[in-house]
């Protein structure tokens, strides 16, 4: 029996021989994996510190649209205004150049009177110093 134990504890004593191998591999993934944890890591914080510059980008870019937009929309109610007040004046100088129209027909009306009445005075006259 004792060949036996002795056996077995040679065998024993051979195992952790036989497992150092495997062991230092083990080790060895291990800490390769913890690296390439710690480096996912670091590129997820870089990502995420990208993201929240892009979001603060287009944060500030939103805000430039939108002052921009009411710019435009503050120079479109001036431009609706200014065409506004031409219309309003291109109305008025209509009438006034209807009135003007309306005022020389007159004129022409009193200048024809006035050259009728003035041959009638003529006509009057030739015929006082005809009798």
Known sequence: MKLATLAVLAALAATPALADPFDEQAK????QAKADAAHAQMQKEDAQSQAGAAQEDAAA??????????????????????QSQA?????????AKAEAYDAQSRADQATADRD???????????????H
Request: aromatic residues 2%.
């Open 61 to 82: 870019s939103k805000a430039e649209a939108n002052a921009a937009q009411a710019d435009a929309s503050n120079l479109q109610a001036q431009a609706n205004a200014a």
């Open 28 to 31: 060895a993934d291990y800490h």
């Open 87 to 95: 219309d309003t004046a291109a109305n008025q100088a209509n009438a």
């Open 116 to 130: 009728a009445a003035l041959d009638r005075a003529a006509q009057a006259r030739n015929t006082i110093e005809d």
